[in-house]
């Protein structure tokens, strides 16, 4: 069902995974990784008080706080949505 047609087919989406999979790791390990070494200072921000703010992608860019996840989430739900379109043709024309 799906893209397990072959071995062929199968060979690919181990390697697919494998770099999803490195994809999704890496910044979350750099991030991890800054994460402990900051210099924690005590704040009052509250988080309705945060999210109300912008936040910094670097080089100048600034987004707003609410619009930030949107922007790093919608790609990855287009590719996973195509991907199921294009599994549900591929199961009904064969």
Known sequence: MGF???SYADYLLV???G???IAVALPAI???IRHRR???TPSNVS???WIAGEFDLGQGNRVTTKRAPLEIL???AAVAFGMTAFAIVALLAG
Do not use: N
Request: hydrophobic share 50%.
């Open 4 to 6: 397990g047609g072959s």
């Open 15 to 17: 390697v697919m995974t």
């Open 19 to 21: 770099f999803l999979v």
């Open 30 to 32: 750099a991030g991890h």
């Open 38 to 40: 900051r210099l924690w």
């Open 47 to 49: 988080f309705e008080d």
């Open 74 to 76: 919608l790609p990855l």
